[in-house]
C-alpha cells in the first residue's frame, strides 16, 4: 500500500495512525500542500484525487479517498486489532466521536479554509486566529461533555483499547498545541491524547516523524 500525505494534514495523519495500530506495512508520497503553490492541485495528482485533498490510499491498482472512508475500508479489509467495538452501539458511538472531529471541528479550520479566509476574504492574522480558537473551542467543548463521565470512555475514547476516535483525537490536538488554542478546558481530552501519544503506532505517525517534516 501506498499513502499519498503531507506530514502536517490531520488527515493523512488519521490515516497514518490507523495503518500502525493494524500493523501493515505501507510506503509514503509526499504531497506538498504549500510549496509551488499546492502539489496536489497539479494533473497528475489530481488524475487520482479529483478534490485535490490528502490522503489518497492506493493498494495495487485502486486509490481511496477520504480519511474516514479510507480507515473503514482499513477496518473491514483487516479486522484485527479492531478500530470499532463489536457492539452496534457502541460502534455508532465511536463513530459519532470521530465524526465529531472530523467533519464539524477539522472542516472548518483546514488549510483551504484559512487560506481563503486571508487571500479571499482579507482577514488579518487576528482574526483568522480568532476564527479557528472560536470553531476549534466550540468542538471540543462538545467533544469534552461527550466523553467525560460517560461510562464507555476508557484510557482511550472508548474503552481500554485505541480505536477510531483516537485516530482522529490526537491530530487535532496536535493542530491544537500548534495554534496556541488553551486545552485546559478539556481534562478528559488531555488525558486520552497523553495515553495514545505513549504507544508507538501513534509516535511513529506524528508529523515530525514523517519524511518530508520540514
Known sequence: ???????????????????????????????????????????????????????????????????????????EAHPEPPLLPRDLAARARVRALALSIACDIHPLNNLRVLKYLTKTIGTDDGTRMSWYHHWLSTGLDALEKMLAGHPDTGSFCHGDSPGLADTCLVPQIFNANRFDCDLTPYPTILRINKNCLELKAFQAASPENQPDAQ
Open 1 to 75: 500500500m501506498k499513502l499519498f500525505g503531507y506530514f502536517r494534514s490531520s488527515a493523512a495523519y488519521r490515516v497514518r495512525i490507523a495503518l500502525n495500530l493494524k500493523g501493515l506495512e505501507w510506503d509514503s508520497e509526499s504531497i506538498h500542500l504549500t510549496k509551488d503553490g499546492g502539489k496536489q492541485y497539479g494533473d497528475k495528482y489530481r488524475s487520482i484525487n479529483p478534490q485535490a485533498l490528502v490522503p489518497t490510499l492506493q493498494e495495487e491498482t485502486t486509490y481511496l479517498t477520504q480519511s474516514l472512508a479510507i480507515m473503514e475500508y482499513i477496518e
